[in-house]
């Protein structure tokens, strides 16, 4: 509980990425760094539940920014992850609404048992924040990426999965949470998350936010996949094909009805995300598809199921063509002939 | 409160609701209940503050059976205490049951947290006792941990920060019943010692006998005022099995069903 120093490096700066590229490779230091702290300190102004936790990360994360001002609510419980998400658990069976941040490796893949038997199973609000998710901490290397957590997180019943798309999304986010009854899971990046909503949006759990529309196909991207993917929809544009691009933040509950919609009224559904294919939004998508009798062009595109070689993020998402060129190129491939379903 | 002769009567009833529960479900861990009966007998008759028509009141001690395993014995008394009808415990782990061999907070009033996965309830204690001093109450939060359990790493993490934040009011009970599934704890992976391996984790100690009833109420009694800074632990002696000669430091007898002449020999044995 003891107050700690906020901290003006972003969190990727913290971690010396003197490369300042976001996955689409545009230069981002303009771009708010985490909004995590600084938003759950405005909103425990009013809200007395919100407590924040952390183990020994609250300089990568900033929730400094929320201890420096409730310090009696902020809780730094070392390098013990998995006693944070069950202390939190004990927090909110106290009637506290705790946020729990750690990187999205330790949060999901070291306390998957926390989160299901502590948090899911009682249907107690704990939101584990897992933070510089996917590969986003770039030559840092296996240790450190969360490939795997939104297949691990969504196949736990009672938990929420979503994924933050920008700094005023993660901003619906959290306030969201705080009426959600049961445990959450938030998936963020890693702070420089370019831009997509100028505006926080006002977002329901499991509807999709549609934020382009079109008819040849339908990119269904989650997270920091989805500004990349608004970029391909651009680039195919001016080649004459039109994308639907869906916002999927909302991974667990999925909104079956967006891709459902997808598949009837488009020409192919690619999914798009920073994380391992098995498993993930892509794997839910699909299951979503074969339940109701649907097999449309599809395509899962995010990293192949193997460990990523080291590299700087933006090589990595240009390596794994995670990038704009690199989803419209995947959309080129699913609609031609050859590629067809 | 309670004479000594009236809780020793209580942890009779434990142990012969135990058995009776193991016999409708066909298997319990009744060994490892014999081993704390007296400790829950101590609490929840003559320590915890409680009010059984008030199961969320605020202000209450918190218990988290962190050995989540002993709940059949733990259902019996919060049923006598009156948190619910104990003819529920009549269809006792049935399809649909809210009483399984581990315990569900969502579905039992007086189940402060669920548990059965070991090397947990030290933390939630942790996060019950931070959100209670948060919160300006002087409850206590009080965890029963196995002896065994303790190999589980967690439970240091928790110990760590229970000092380092300092959490008077969290007290863990530790039922040092030797005795794990594999065999001895000793053999298998040493736990001790207990008490001096918690108080180099900043804790406050005491070591009793766990079955001696007086012994009990007078840690519970030596504990310090609530709204203390260094949390505690209380490390009591037992004898997993206690009670009945054949189990008692037997590891054949950990989990599993009694039926037929085990289970008349057994009650007949609690009930001489």
Redesign the interface.
């Known amino acids: 509980m003891t107050p700690t120093q906020g901290t003006t490096q972003s969190p990727a700066e913290f971690f010396g990425f003197k490369d300042s590229r976001s996955v689409d490779g545009t230069d981002t230091r303009a771009v708010p760094a985490f909004v995590f702290g600084a938003e759950l300190a405005e909103l425990a102004d009013h809200d007395e539940r919100i407590v924040v936790l952390t183990a020994d990360l609250g300089r990568s994360n900033r929730a400094t920014d929320f201890g420096a001002r409730h310090p009696e609510r902020f809780v730094n419980v070392g390098i013990a992850e998995k006693n944070m998400i069950t202390l939190a658990a004990g927090m909110a069976a106290s009637g506290f609404v705790p946020f729990a941040a750690t990187f999205g490796s330790f949060a999901a893949l070291l306390c998957a048992e926390q989160i299901r038997t502590d948090c899911a199973y009682p249907n107690l609000p704990v939101r584990v924040v897992g933070h510089h998710s996917g590969m986003s901490m770039g030559f840092y290397g296996t240790s450190h990426h969360s490939l795997e957590d939104l297949g691990m997180m969504r196949c736990i019943a009672d938990l929420a999965v979503v994924c933050a798309t920008d700094a005023n999304h993660l901003r619906a986010l959290l306030r969201l949470s705080l009426d959600h009854p049961g445990a959450m899971y938030l998936r963020l990046g890693r702070g420089r998350d370019p831009e997509v909503y100028d505006v926080v949006p006002e977002l329901e759990l499991g509807r999709a936010e549609t934020l382009r529309d079109g008819s040849d196909l339908t990119i269904i991207a989650t997270g920091s996949e989805v500004h990349p993917a608004l970029q391909a929809a651009t680039e195919l544009a001016a080649e004459g094909l039109s994308a639907r691009v869906v916002d999927m933040w909302t991974i667990s509950p999925l909104d079956r009805q967006a891709v459902l919609d997808a598949a009837r009224t488009t020409g192919g559904v690619l999914t798009v995300e920073e994380a391992n294919v098995t498993g993930g939004l892509g794997s839910a998508v699909a299951e979503c598809l074969l339940d109701a009798g649907l097999a449309p062009r599809f395509r899962r595109h995010g990293v192949p199921d193997e460990h990523v070689p080291v590299g700087p993020p933006a090589a990595l998402y240009a390596h794994y063509r995670l990038d704009g060129p690199g989803i419209a190129a995947v959309a080129r491939e699913l609609l031609t002939k050859e590629n067809a379903a | 409160m309670p004479t000594t002769r009236e809780l020793a009567e209580k942890a009779r009833f434990v142990r012969t609701e135990t058995v009776r529960l193991t016999r409708i479900a066909g298997a319990g861990h009744y060994s490892a209940v014999f081993s704390c009966a007296e400790i829950l007998a101590a609490l929840y008759y003559a320590e915890l503050r409680l009010d059984p028509g008030r199961p969320d009141l ?1 202000d209450r001690d ?1 218990f ?1 059976m962190s050995k989540g395993h002993a709940a059949i014995g733990l259902y019996p008394v919060l049923a006598d205490l009156g948190y619910f009808d104990p003819a529920e415990l009549d269809g006792y782990t049935r399809l649909g049951s809210p009483f399984g061999d581990h315990p ?3 579905r039992i009033a007086g189940v ?3 548990s ?2 070991l090397g ?1 309830g030290l ?6 006792a ?3 001093r ?2 300006g109450s002087d409850h206590r ?1 009080w965890v029963l941990l196995g002896d065994g359990e303790l190999a589980e ?2 439970i240091w ?2 110990a ?2 229970a000092s ?2 300092g959490l008077g009011n969290l007290v863990a009970v530790v039922d040092a019943n030797q005795l794990g599934i594999d065999g001895f704890v000793s053999d298998v992976m040493a736990a001790e010692p207990i008490a001096e391996r918690f108080a180099a984790f900043g804790w406050g100690t005491q070591r009793v006998d766990g079955h001696d009833l007086d012994a009990l109420l007078a840690a519970f009694a030596a504990l310090p005022a609530r709204g203390g800074t260094v949390p505690q632990v209380i490390v009591a002696d037992t004898v997993k099995g206690k009670g009945v000669a054949r189990m008692e430091l037997s590891p054949d007898w950990h989990v599993g069903n009694l039926a037929g002449a085990d289970y008349d020999d057994v009650l007949a044995e609690l009930t001489r």
């Not at chain 2, 933390?123 to 019950?128: F, T």
Request: proline content about 3%; charged content about 15%.
């Open positions: 605020p918190r988290v569900d907070m969502k402060d947290f669920s059965g996965s947990h933390s939630v204690g942790v996060g019950m931070l959100a209670g948060l919160a939060s790493g967690q993490e928790a760590m920060s380092h934040f």
